[in-house]
């Protein structure tokens, strides 16, 4: 069955770093798109970031231009996220996330359970 | 691209209808003439779980009583009959433009 695996979240200092992963298996890991999407505490739900599952396309929200970097080793079954200078409102709970597109599927059919990262000031 | 659910809050009774509508701030219709409009469900302290994609196709496992309908910038979501199970919040999606985007969440409730 279709497993996704969040660690690497924890307690940084604002201006900090944090390298999320995400361990996939149950299914042909390399012929997926991958997301990252964040939960604020008690609020919404926020996508964050998405590869193409060759990894040579990347997308991000606008809130972590230039600060987050989404990468993944299809050899290792493995998502990343690369988290630079963090800042107090990127504290939230992080999500991986497969889109299901190699199935026909057009959505974030698989979700992991989450990483949570808390960011003081 | 902006959307906006409506309400944000649904108390319902046992066995009774729910509807959710969920309003983009432009057209979801994609390139290849698709509509990336999906809704996931989140029970509290757990995961969201797809439930509709592409406005009214269920995903696998999803019951029945969930259907979704829709086109252009107006979605909904619509419970038949609403069971204790189906408490939690309720978000549609976009993934037709970046960046994707998620509305508020509705939130139902059993009166």
């Known amino acids: 069955q279709v497993q996704l695996v969040e660690s690497g979240g924890g307690l940084v200092e604002s201006g900090g770093s944090l390298r999320l992963s995400c361990a996939a298996s149950g299914f042909t890991f390399s012929a997926y798109y991958m997301a990252w999407i964040r939960q604020a505490p008690g609020k919404g739900l926020e996508w964050v970031s998405y590869?193409?599952?060759?990894?040579?396309?990347?997308h991000y929200a606008d809130s972590v231009e230039g600060r987050f970097t989404i990468s993944r080793d299809n050899a290792q079954n493995s998502l990343y996220l690369q988290m630079n200078n963090l800042r107090a409102e990127d504290t939230a709970l992080y999500y991986c996330a497969r889109d299901g597109g190699a199935t026909g599927t057009s959505g974030l059919d698989y979700w992991g359970q989450g990483t949570l990262v808390t960011v003081s000031s | 691209v902006v959307m906006t659910q409506t309400p944000l809050s649904s108390p319902v009774t046992l066995g009774q209808p729910a509807s959710i509508s969920c309003r983009s701030s432009q057209s979801l219709v994609y390139s290849d003439g698709n509509t990336y409009l999906s809704w996931l469900q989140q029970r509290p302290g757990q995961p969201p779980r797809l439930l509709i994609y592409r406005i009214s196709t269920r995903f696998s496992g999803v019951p029945d009583r969930f259907s979704g309908s829709g086109a252009g910038t107006d979605f909904t979501l619509k419970i038949s009959r609403v069971e204790a199970e189906d408490v939690g919040v309720y978000y549609c999606?976009?993934?037709?433009?970046?960046?994707?985007?998620f509305g508020q969440g509705t939130k139902v409730e059993i009166k």
């Open positions: 590869i193409s599952s060759s990894g040579s396309n990347t």
């Open positions: 999606m976009q993934a037709s433009h970046f960046p994707w985007t």
